[in-house]
Structures are given as structure tokens and as C-alpha cells.
T-cell receptor, first 109, second 116 residues
């Protein structure tokens, strides 16, 4: 079967750095997305990785290791508005998105 | 402004009734998707369409139906056959198949359906 695993919830302090991990086992791989979702709202695109390595975009970075079936999202200089759920999704061999359950990130002052 | 619009934001339905959720996009996207989101679970694909007048079942299509008569519109009907319809429903669209040429999916704001 296809499986995406991410921690259910994480807590971090404003101004700090947090790393959210995602491991996957899918039938084929055509890229990995990270989305941010505030409660009751639409997911919004953060990053896309298809090759191994680190992609940096402002305070957010995303890393991929295809051989390990592993990705992480790194958030720096945390702000209160970063409190949200972070969704990991893998594109499988049929170009369908397989979604993790999401990681709820709580930021404390 | 280009975007994808879902309506209504909140919807209440009595048991045994069919209800239709609207999804409209003006992004000129070919592909459209319907997902269901439940607490503690990942998004699950209900139906998707890659071209007008054609659509395919996703992982949890039972109790749902769709149509794609226009490129801009992809309504979802939750029928009385759906045993547990209370959930958050998300519509999405993409220009190509997601993942091709870095194509991402764009989401509507969602409809929260509650059966009373």
C-alpha cells in the first residue's frame, strides 16, 4: 500500500526553528509537495521537490532524499502566523497526490 | 483575480437528502479534483477530471457523483448513499497533472458539510 507518515503535532517557540519530517512509501515518485493549511481554510502551496537536496524559499526550506523516502520542511524565525497544519503529499506513478495526515504546528510566545 | 471558488462555505443536510457542492475556477485549468478531509486523516480523492465531459473515480467515490460539462465547473453531489457525509470538502485544480513540470494544485476554501 501507499503510506505517508508525519508527526501529528509539534510545538515550537516564536523566533525558533522547527523541522517537520515526512517519510513515504509510494508506488512510484514524481515529486513531493508541502502545503500549509490554517484551520478551516484551503491548503496553500509552500514547496515542491523532485530532485534530492535542499530548496530554500525565504524562511522556509524543504529537503528531499529519494533513496530514503524522506523529506523535511524547515521553518526558521518562527512567527505566530506560522501556527497551522503542514501537509506532505507525494505524486505517485499515476500522477496522483497521496497525502499525509498533516502536522499541526503550535507556536508559543 | 483568478482563483477557485467553492460555495457554500457551510452546508447542513438532513439525512436522506442529496446535496450539491459548487466548484468554479477561472484559471483556465484542465484538471479538477474533489477531496474529502477528515480530522486526523490525509486528504482523500473522491473524483477527478482532466478534461471536459470526462472524469474518473478516486479512492472513495461511493456515494458521490460529479459532472464536468464546462471547463470552469466541477460540481460534486453527495447522495443519500454516502453513509458518513459529514466532512470538510476541498476542490482543487491544476493546469497539468500535478507534478508534471512542477505543476501544483490550487485549492478552493472548502465546504464544511454537516448532516443533521
Amino acid at each position: 500500500g501507499q503510506n505517508i507518515d508525519q508527526p501529528t503535532e509539534m510545538t515550537a517557540t516564536e523566533g525558533a526553528i522547527v523541522q517537520i519530517n515526512c517519510t513515504y512509501q509510494t508506488s512510484g515518485f514524481n515529486g513531493l509537495f508541502w502545503y500549509q493549511q490554517h484551520a478551516g481554510e484551503a491548503p496553500t502551496f509552500l514547496s515542491y521537490n523532485v530532485l534530492d537536496g535542499l530548496e530554500e524559499k525565504g524562511r522556509f526550506s524543504s529537503f528531499l532524499s529519494r533513496s530514503k523516502g524522506y523529506s523535511y520542511l524547515l521553518l526558521k524565525e518562527l512567527q505566530m502566523k506560522d501556527s497551522a497544519s503542514y501537509l506532505c503529499a507525494v505524486v505517485d506513478s499515476n500522477y496522483q497526490l497521496i497525502w499525509g495526515a498533516g502536522t499541526k504546528l503550535i507556536i508559543k510566545p | 483575480d483568478g482563483g477557485i471558488t467553492q460555495s457554500p462555505k457551510y452546508l447542513f443536510r438532513k439525512e436522506g437528502q442529496n446535496v450539491t457542492l459548487s466548484c468554479e475556477q477561472n484559471l483556465n485549468h484542465d484538471a479538477m479534483y474533489w477531496y474529502r478531509q477528515d480530522p486526523g486523516q490525509g486528504l482523500r480523492l473522491i473524483y477527478y477530471s482532466q478534461i471536459v465531459n470526462d472524469f474518473q473515480k478516486g479512492d472513495i467515490a461511493e456515494g458521490y457523483s460529479v459532472s464536468r460539462e464546462k471547463k470552469e465547473s466541477f460540481p460534486l453531489t453527495v447522495t443519500s448513499a454516502q453513509k458518513n457525509p459529514t466532512a470538510f470538502y476541498l476542490c482543487a485544480s491544476s493546469s497539468l497533472e500535478v507534478g508534471q513540470l512542477n505543476t501544483e494544485a490550487f485549492f478552493g476554501q472548502g465546504t464544511r458539510l454537516t448532516v443533521v
